[in-house]
């Protein structure tokens, strides 16, 4: 377990996750035939050069669930009761295949649950391509434990 419990949770906090992943044609594939996506613009060669792209581009919703992935470790692994919301999504530049993506979370509230066993973490998480650049950006909303109580069990 490497997460964080809510107390170690501070607001304006910016976590840099140190792994990153480069984005293969295999990766956005599988992941359209997954969810059944079968949007052109991120599987048809050809129709994607036509397109102001010039290429395929890499759906937004990999995106996102792999900047989640890439942030878990270091955010919410092993002391998350529950996602309650993923908000405010934007995908500002396109990400192709081959790029590479990092993301950093900044956590932007807390408060306890009312029984005051728990508390909730909202988080802003951003994911740049190799250049810096910008591709997505949402805010993620946490149900954490409070070590308090997962010690006293």
């Given at each position: ?21 480069t984005v293969s044609e295999s990766d956005n594939q599988q992941f ?104 997505c950006e949402f805010e993620r909303t946490a149900l954490s434990l ?8």
């Amino acid at each position: 377990m490497t997460g964080l419990y809510y107390e170690e949770f501070e607001v304006g906090q910016t976590i840099e996750h140190e792994k990153r992943r480069t984005v293969s044609e295999s990766d956005n594939q599988q992941f359209c035939d997954m969810t059944m996506n079968q949007q052109p613009l991120h599987l048809d060669a050809e129709f994607a050069s036509e397109t102001q792209f010039g290429e395929r581009l890499v759906n937004g919703l990999y995106t996102m669930s792999l900047a989640v992935g890439l942030s878990i470790p270091d955010t919410t692994d092993g002391t998350i009761v529950a996602n309650l919301s993923y908000d405010d999504v934007s995908h500002p530049n396109p990400v192709f295949h081959g790029d590479t993506l990092r993301a950093q979370t900044t956590v932007l509230d807390k408060r306890e649950t009312s029984d005051g066993e728990r508390g909730v973490v909202t988080m802003n998480v951003e994911v740049f391509n190799q250049d810096d650049d910008l591709v997505c950006e949402f805010e993620r909303t946490a149900l954490s434990l409070k070590k308090e109580f997962v010690d006293a069990e």
